[in-house]
């Protein structure tokens, strides 16, 4: 089993839909964060999560919104979903107590999202 | 200025190449340095964390120089499974990771 899973694996939608992407790990890591990844441009933070009911924006939070409502669960919201959203996104999680500021960060397999 | 900026590759290298990647960042508060490896499709994962006075993992070795803010990695005797992308990545303290483009590397036989 997947310490970090992300569901959906793949989703297409259509212009003006919400989409709700979760992840969930079974690390007990305190951190949990939501990027997107595009051709060219690299991992772009969206935001992160240093415990529950924490929230942080990252590089891009436009057009996001995130919920931590339990320590293992991080899910990310597209309100009103868009074209240029299209992109795949990673759930990444790290855990606080180790390594101090070399925690690495593990990440889920992706989620790949296609905006119509 | 990005914060991280790494070469922009691709390398295409023989087998048995040394090769070496370069990356800067631009925030010298940055605290902890990392160089992950990224499969086509696939999620990154932590190849090795970069320390002040250098370390090596095998045919791996990770270099920084805070005073010209500049993290490296060189590969000895490439092989074909090192074929990949690498992302170099660095933190400030109480703040998520932020990652460079990264550089992609093949090696052909």
Same mark, same amino acid.
């Given at each position: 089993?997947?310490?970090?899973?992300?569901?959906?694996?793949?989703?297409?939608?259509?212009?003006?839909?919400?989409?709700?992407?979760?992840?969930?790990?079974?690390?007990?890591?305190?951190?949990?964060?939501?990027?997107?990844?595009?051709?060219?441009?690299?991992?772009?933070?969206?935001?992160?999560?240093?415990?529950?009911?924490?929230?942080?924006?990252?590089?891009?939070?436009?057009?996001?919104?995130?919920?931590?409502?339990?320590?293992?669960?991080?899910?990310?919201?597209?309100?009103?979903?868009?074209?240029?959203?299209?992109?795949?996104?990673?759930?990444?999680?790290?855990?606080?107590?180790?390594?101090?500021?070399?925690?690495?960060?593990?990440?889920?397999?992706?989620?790949?999202?296609?905006?119509? | 200025?990005?914060?991280?900026?790494?070469?922009?590759?691709?390398?295409?290298?023989?087998? /048995?190449?040394?090769?070496?990647?370069?990356?800067?960042?631009? !925030?010298? &508060? *940055? @605290?902890?340095?990392?160089?992950?490896?990224? #499969?086509?499709?696939?999620?990154?994962?932590?190849?090795?964390?970069?320390?002040?006075? /250098?370390?090596?993992?095998?045919?791996?070795?990770?270099?920084? !120089?805070? &005073? *010209? @803010?500049?993290?490296?990695?060189?590969?000895? #005797?490439?092989?074909?499974?090192?074929?990949?992308?690498?992302?170099?990545?660095?933190?400030?303290?109480?703040?998520?990771?932020?990652?460079?483009?990264?550089?992609?590397? *093949?090696?052909?036989?």
């Amino acid at each position: 089993d997947a310490d970090v899973t992300q569901t959906p694996r793949n989703r297409i939608t259509k212009t003006g839909k919400r989409i709700m992407l979760e992840c969930s790990q079974t690390k007990g890591h305190d951190r949990m964060y939501w990027y997107r990844q595009d051709p060219g441009l690299g991992l772009r933070l969206i935001y992160y999560s240093f415990d529950v009911k924490d929230i942080n924006k990252g590089e891009i939070s436009d057009g996001y919104s995130v919920s931590r409502q339990a320590q293992a669960k991080f899910s990310l919201s597209l309100e009103s979903a868009i074209p240029n959203q299209t992109a795949l996104y990673f759930c990444a999680t790290s855990d606080s107590r180790q390594g101090g500021n070399n925690q690495p960060q593990h990440f889920g397999d992706g989620t790949r999202l296609s905006i119509l | 200025r990005k914060e991280v900026e790494q070469d922009p590759g691709p390398f295409n290298v023989p087998e /048995g190449a040394t090769v070496a990647f370069n990356c800067t960042y631009s !925030n010298s &508060a *940055s @605290q902890s340095f990392f160089w992950y490896r990224q #499969d086509c499709r696939k999620e990154p994962k932590l190849l090795m964390s970069v320390y002040s006075s /250098g370390n090596e993992d095998g045919r791996f070795t990770a270099q920084l !120089n805070r &005073a *010209s @803010q500049y993290i490296s990695l060189l590969i000895r #005797d490439s092989k074909l499974s090192d074929s990949a992308t690498y992302l170099c990545v660095v933190r400030k303290a109480g703040t998520a990771l932020i990652f460079g483009k990264g550089t992609t590397l *093949s090696v052909s036989s």
